[in-house]
Every structure is written in structure tokens, then in C-alpha cells.
């Protein structure tokens, strides 16, 4: 059985998933068409440092920036670069946060402009996955109930779901057991106790699942260069329905934009 987090330790990580979950929305603020990606991760380093806290993935195994962005084909762990963004993109938004030696990480795949009804629909059925995995983390289920829920709802839309990577437990270490898949069967994989804290983050293709790792060892992408999307949030596991330590309503429900 993994352990589960004490109640200290779990206010330590709600603290840092306020404060992604608010530096995503800084992020999103300024997702618009002509904006690069390295401005955007520039006021997310500039935001978490403002609070006192650490942009985890800076350093983290080498990756050069406070932020993945992963723009269109890109599924994940995108570089930010000085490519303008363009109206139709899309851009996933991946954000960690160390503060007090607990950390945070969640995700939101921004529109740039207007996007395509297709690409919506990718975006929507994506979050909806996430939501779908957030119902079935509860107390005395397994990380496959999570997967399961994942995947059956996304693949339910004609999407896919990319295997070779999958969410995670959280704490001191921003990658913990148990793995969390976004596919799986029902009863299978890790069981989930009351205060276990993990990420949960769908990476859904509009096309097939088959992706490459780029030259640079780090961005991964579609193989068929199709859009995918990606959405993480942290949960602690409860019995009933798990309790979510980030958010997107600040995103959501504090701006005039809609995403
Ligand atoms: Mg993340
Ligand atoms: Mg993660």
C-alpha cells in the first residue's frame, strides 16, 4: 500500500496547486495569436517566483524552462521557443511549482483565437476525461478504474489515448507512485487509499496514438502530426469523490475569454 499524505502535507500541496492552477491563468491571459511561447513562459517564471516559489521544471532531468508548451502535434514536454503562435493553434500548458519541498503540476490546452469545430471537440472531450478520471479516484478503486474511465470516454468520441506516458502520485518528489495510465481496465493497477495525492492527465490524440520522441530527446509527438490535447489536474483521494488541489476556475470562470 502507498502512503498516504498527511494532513499537513496536503495543505502544503493544495498551496501549490492554487498557485499553478493561478499562473495558468496568467498564462492564459496572454494566449493570443502573434504571441511566442517563450513570452508565455516568461510570465509564468516571473509570476511563481513573485510568490516565492520555484519553477520545478526548470533543471528538472535538463528540461530548459519554467513551462512545457506544446504546441498543435506537440502531445507534451514541448520547449518554449520564439515561434509566434497563430490563430487555429493550439497550446497545452504544462506548469509545476515547488514551495515549501512539495510541489505542484497541472496543464490546460489553450486555443489560440478561433480554432476549428474539430479541434473544440478535441479540446472539450479531452477535459471531459479528466473529469471522467477525477470520478473514478475514489477510495478502494484502482489506478485502472482511472484509466478505464479515461479512456472509454475519449475513445467513445473516435479520439485516442496516448499510452507511453501517464499521470502520477505527487508530493516531495513531483513524480511518485503510483503511475496513473489514462487507459487501463477496471479493478487493475495500483489500489488508491484516502489522502493519496496524484496528477491526472489525459493526453488525448485527434488522430491515432502513435507518437515519436523529437530529436531533442524531450517534445513528444503525434506520429500522424494530427492535434493533441492534455489537461492535469492534482486530486486527493477520498472516500465518496476525491477532492481536487488545482483548478481551472481561474481560468474559467475569472476571465471574458472563453476556453
Ligand atoms: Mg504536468
Ligand atoms: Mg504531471
Redo the contacts with the bound molecule.
Keep these: 500500500m502507498l502512503k498516504p499524505k498527511t494532513a499537513e502535507e496536503i495543505e502544503l500541496l493544495r498551496i501549490n496547486g492554487d498557485l499553478v492552477s493561478r499562473t495558468l491563468a496568467e498564462v492564459g491571459k496572454w494566449v493570443a495569436p502573434g504571441v511566442t511561447t517563450a513570452k508565455l513562459n516568461e510570465v509564468a517564471e516571473t509570476f511563481i517566483r513573485d510568490h516565492g516559489a520555484i519553477p520545478s521544471?526548470k533543471g528538472f532531468e535538463g528540461f530548459p524552462a519554467a513551462l512545457?508548451m506544446s504546441v498543435n502535434d506537440v502531445v507534451?514536454h514541448g520547449f518554449p521557443s520564439d515561434t509566434p503562435l497563430k490563430e487555429g493553434d493550439i497550446v497545452s500548458v504544462?506548469?509545476?511549482t515547488l514551495y515549501k519541498g512539495y510541489n505542484g503540476?497541472?496543464?490546460y490546452t489553450f486555443p489560440v483565437g478561433e480554432v476549428d469545430a474539430g479541434t473544440r471537440k478535441l479540446l472539450d472531450v479531452t477535459k471531459a476525461s479528466l473529469y471522467k478520471g477525477i470520478e473514478a479516484a475514489v477510495a478502494g478503486h484502482r489506478t485502472g478504474d482511472i484509466g478505464h474511465a479515461v479512456q472509454s470516454y475519449a475513445e467513445s468520441f473516435g479520439f485516442s489515448v496516448v499510452r507511453e506516458l501517464e499521470g502520477h502520485g505527487i508530493g516531495r518528489e513531483?513524480h511518485e507512485a503510483p503511475g496513473v495510465p489514462n487507459y487501463g481496465r477496471q479493478g487493475h493497477g495500483a489500489r488508491l487509499a484516502e489522502g493519496m495525492t496524484i496528477?491526472i492527465?489525459p493526453m488525448i490524440c485527434a488522430g491515432s496514438r502513435g507518437v515519436y520522441l523529437a530529436r531533442n530527446g524531450w517534445a513528444v509527438h503525434t506520429s500522424d502530426h494530427k492535434n493533441a490535447a492534455h489537461y492535469?489536474l492534482t486530486v486527493v483521494v477520498r472516500k465518496g469523490r476525491a477532492e481536487q488541489l488545482s483548478t481551472f476556475d481561474y481560468i474559467e470562470k475569472d476571465s471574458t475569454i472563453k476556453f
Design positions: 521544471f512545457c507534451v504544462d506548469c509545476g503540476d497541472s496543464a513531483m496528477c492527465e492535469e
